[in-house]
């Protein structure tokens, strides 16, 4: 298990800030009662650690079940086993964005982050998936039919995806086969394509992704949708 701390303070004095949030009251067990605005109080366990694993949330369930634990790195990811684990004992795994855009909601259950969670529910309905399995917040396994090998994938946001967002992505989500820039308005940079090309590990939107999900190495890595023209072809 990563070790872990809990950000108790921190988190009551920031999420005060949202315009749901009427109080933050740190309790004795680290976690945080919110009183929210016409909804009912939430508890929260605010915790920061590299990675939840099954052992951190069997760790923070010690001191009591908290409506949610929220993960308070921007770059630190929840294992989905652990998310799993947490929600069949009334509880469950958020990240801080997650939260801040969630409290408007009465049920914080089985919420993910929107960009994820649309191209999950995308990604699930392709006739060659036969099965999408979560590996973390922000990533996921294709299992396809036909012979196909499995597919994992990485999701990011930018509006222009550089060489910068590229390398941190690799860092964020190491042994990914692809990349998905989830932006549906997002440009993917020169620098960041030949980067890409050269370590071979394809940057795609949901449209080439889609395609290219019909095929295997080289044809899935260098998939290009009919609309695009030859020369724009990439050879990863």
């Known amino acids: ?38 909804l009912p109080p939430i508890t929260i366990a605010p915790i920061t650690t590299a990675r939840v694993s099954l052992d951190t949330v069997r760790a923070v369930l010690e001191s009591g079940t908290p ?8 770059t630190a990811h929840y294992d989905w086993s652990a998310r799993e684990f947490a929600e069949a004992n009334s ?6 964005k997650e939260l801040y855009t969630y409290l408007p909601e009465r049920d914080l259950l089985g919420l993910l982050d929107k960009n994820v969670d649309y191209n999950r ?21 294709l299992k396809r039919h036909g012979g ?18 590229l390398v941190q ?24 394509l030949a980067h890409a090309q ?9 449209a080439q992704l889609m395609g ?5 190495g080289e044809r899935f890595r260098n998939y290009i949708p009919p609309e695009q023209t030859w020369s724009s072809r990439r050879t990863y």
């Open 1 to 38: 298990m990563e070790p872990f701390s809990y950000s108790t303070r921190w988190f009551a004095e920031t999420v005060t800030k949202h315009t749901k949030v009427q109080a933050a009251s740190p309790l004795a067990n680290h976690q945080v009662r919110l009183v929210r605005q016409n």
């Open 67 to 74: 409506t949610a634990i929220v993960l308070v790195p921007k």
């Open 91 to 96: 509880s469950t795994i958020l990240t801080f």
């Open 121 to 141: 529910k995308r990604l699930g309905q392709h006739d060659k998936v036969r099965e999408l399995e979560m590996i973390c917040e922000a990533s996921m396994r």
């Open 148 to 165: 196909l090998k499995d597919v994992t994938i990485a999701v990011e946001y930018h509006y222009e995806f550089s060489e910068e967002a």
């Open 169 to 192: 992505a690799i860092e964020h989500h190491p042994g990914m086969d692809v990349i998905l820039n989830a932006n549906p308005n997002g440009r993917v940079t020169e620098a960041a």
């Open 198 to 206: 050269e370590i071979r590990l394809p940057v795609f939107g949901i």
């Open 212 to 216: 290219a999900l019909n095929y295997d």
